[in-house]
């Protein structure tokens, strides 16, 4: 099993930055892919931002590319999303995941089988 704990969700306003992190632990070495998602009230959880655990592979949706950038720090186990230039648009329940499936780096919430608690993004205007 592993868990993942996000921190440094807050409030902010629009064209402000956010760094959220997610400390992983438990069986970290079965880790293949890590992912960010979001979730606004009323709507579906959306893709964010996804990467290998091991590699330099990173993807994004449009709507966050040029603006988010995901990272890893396999030594400390941490997975952070940094978030530029934020838009009211942006506010959601930010949520980190982990998958153990090899080969896959997925977009979907599905193609993850761990997950964390969520941590609150708010987007002022």
């Known amino acids: 099993q592993v868990q993942l704990v996000e921190s440094g969700g807050g409030l902010v306003q629009a064209g402000g930055s956010l760094r959220l992190s997610c400390a992983a632990s438990?069986?970290?070495?079965?880790?293949?892919?890590v992912a960010w998602f979001r979730q606004a009230p009323g709507k579906e959880r959306e893709f964010v931002a996804a990467?290998?655990?091991?590699?330099?592979?990173?993807y994004y949706p449009p709507s966050v590319s040029g603006r988010f950038t995901i990272a890893r720090d396999n030594v400390k186990n941490t997975v952070m999303l940094q978030m530029n230039s934020l838009k009211p648009e942006d506010t959601a329940v930010y949520y980190c995941?982990?998958?153990?499936?090899?080969?896959?780096?997925?977009?979907?919430?599905?193609?993850?089988?761990?997950w964390g608690q969520g941590t609150q993004v708010t987007v002022s205007s």
């Open positions: 995941a982990a998958s153990s499936r090899l080969g896959q780096i997925g977009r979907g919430q599905y193609d993850y089988n761990y």
């Open positions: 438990g069986r970290t070495g079965s880790i293949y892919a």
């Open positions: 990467a290998r655990w091991s590699g330099s592979d990173t």
